[in-house]
């Protein structure tokens, strides 16, 4: 089969499009051919090994531990592991795999459900890691109630555009903060407010939040408190530095230690995709209450561009990879 594949950590132009084996799956694992996968940050992580860290984490420490990357993935069931009882050849399926940057990828069955029949592959294959970041967010750590008031920070990024409408959906005011030429779009998501960054300081308009979400900056605590109520909740999701070792992540533990002792609740969380929550986008999808906003596509062999394109800061949603 067709994959992109890395021997080593490093920016996108050591990417090769190479013929390697078909993967072999477990028992509780599923073969798919590939049709589209979306593209986000941590895949620029995984292969750049940036911050340090991550290669800690198991993904490999002198080189990566998987040589195809990619995570989301949408696709068509050609076999099916002993133990998996859900799918079936043929089912069209979207969710996480392993190495998702090629013609077919494994994946787990509990990380998988039925693609909604009102999406293409491409639109399907932009919702798991965003989609699914964005809802644990906002209902988990962010406990978002009706009627309240929630600032997106990065809302037309990829976990942006699905925070927006989450939230919209979950009965809360939204206010959107991008740059000016993505207001039209955060606007288009249902945003009841947008902030355009480059004219106007969230934290300085007097508007106070009980949710903010910050995923696309790199704000200091002390203008997030500002922009809270006094026991309002701060919830980062991304904000990124170019350090090798700590990468933003120093802010994501100064918020967890100050929140132990301020009124306001502080502090960030990791993302996990299961087949439960995956069924939640699916639901909203098709209540169209949830529409995955893609970008720009790219074929297999222009991935490193499409990394390229999020890793620049130019998406307005999702990117996505089809094959």
Known sequence: MKAIVQDRFGPADGLELRDIETPEIGASEVLVRVHAAGVDRGVWHVMTGLPYPIRLAGY??????????????????????????????GDEVFGTGIGTYAEFARAREDQLAAKPATLSFESAAALPVSGVTALQALRDRGAVQPGEHVLVIGASGGVGTFAVQLAKSFGAQVTGVCSTTKVDLVRSLGADHVVDYNRE??????????LILDIGGNASLSRLRRALTPKGRLVIVGGETSGKWLGGSDRQVRAMILSMFVSQKLGTFIASV?????????QLVEAGQLTPAVDRTFALVEAPKAIGHVEAGHARGKVVVTI
Not at 201 to 210: M, N, S, V
Not at 274 to 282: I, M, P
């Open 60 to 89: 490999g420490f002198r080189a990566p531990k998987q040589g195809v990357p990619g995570t989301d993935l949408a696709g068509v069931v050609t076999a099916v592991g002993t133990d998996v009882t859900r799918f079936a050849p």
């Open 201 to 210: 300081d969230f934290a300085a308009t007097g508007t106070r939040y009980d």
């Open 274 to 282: 299961t087949r439960e929550d995956l069924l939640v986008l699916a």
